[in-house]
């Protein structure tokens, strides 16, 4: 492994998503861990956002229309720290 996934925090919150969204959570964490952001930008399924306003600084993936993953890249010590696993509210 070269990358370091942290979602200890969220394991019950990933654990009742649906099965198709466990999935792709483990598809990610697998990319992640072995790839890191390079892996992540070049894997089209993911919808990698920079996200920005109150989260400026942070990146999102979606696991499905409904549920996404917002992380935190720390490049220097190459890890990935999950900040919330959830379904994903759409401001119109």
Same mark, same amino acid.
């Given at each position: 492994m070269n990358w370091e996934v942290i979602d200890y925090k969220h394991k019950k919150i990933i654990n009742k998503l649906p %099965?198709?969204?466990?999935k792709k959570y483990s %598809?990610?964490? *697998?990319?992640?861990?072995y790839s890191g952001l390079v892996g992540l930008k070049? /894997?089209?399924?993911?919808?990698l956002e920079i996200l920005k306003g109150k989260l400026t600084g942070l990146y999102s993936i979606r696991l499905n229309i409904a549920y996404r993953v917002i992380f935190e890249i720390q490049e220097k010590i190459r890890v990935i720290d999950v900040?919330?696993? /959830?379904?994903?509210? *759409?401001?119109?």
């Open positions: %099965v198709q969204c466990k %598809v990610f964490r *697998y990319i992640a861990e070049s /894997s089209p399924g993911f919808k900040i919330e696993v /959830s379904k994903h509210e *759409y401001n119109q």
